[in-house]
């Protein structure tokens, strides 16, 4: 199991930019395949915002943040850059990790450890 912790949510003006980051440690051998950063916002599901593979580094983005949002990872640290905020970005933010082989392909389905979030507020 792996455990996982968020920080770097506040406030920001609509166009803005947050940086966020998280911290991970536990079973990461056997454990992290991919890790990813979901948003959940105010009375809707949770969804994924974008994935990396821990190991070789490829990134896939959900579609409504392609162009503005960038991931990267680190030995121990997943970040999220969030650039040309907008009031929709508003939403608890989660990073996860998705066990899996060296090779093997992740989805956002695939996740199973979670952090407890991190508020992002975007204001107009």
């Known amino acids: 199991q792996v455990q996982l912790k968020e920080s770097g949510g506040g406030s920001v003006k609509a166009g803005g930019s947050l940086r966020l980051s998280c911290r991970f440690s536990?079973?990461?051998?056997?454990?992290?395949?991919?890790l990813g950063w979901f948003h959940q916002a105010s009375g809707k599901g949770r969804e994924g915002v974008a994935r990396?593979?821990?190991?070789?580094?490829a990134a896939t983005y959900a579609s409504f943040v392609q162009g503005r949002f960038t991931i990267s990872s680190g030995p121990d640290t997943v970040s999220l850059e969030m650039d040309l905020l907008k009031p929709e970005d508003s939403a608890i933010y989660y990073c996860a990790a998705a066990a899996g082989s060296l090779g093997s392909t992740c989805s956002f389905d695939d996740f199973g450890d979670w952090g407890r979030g991190t508020q992002v507020t975007v204001s107009s």
């Open positions: 990396i593979y821990w190991r070789g580094g």
């Open positions: 536990g079973n990461t051998g056997n454990d992290v395949n991919c």
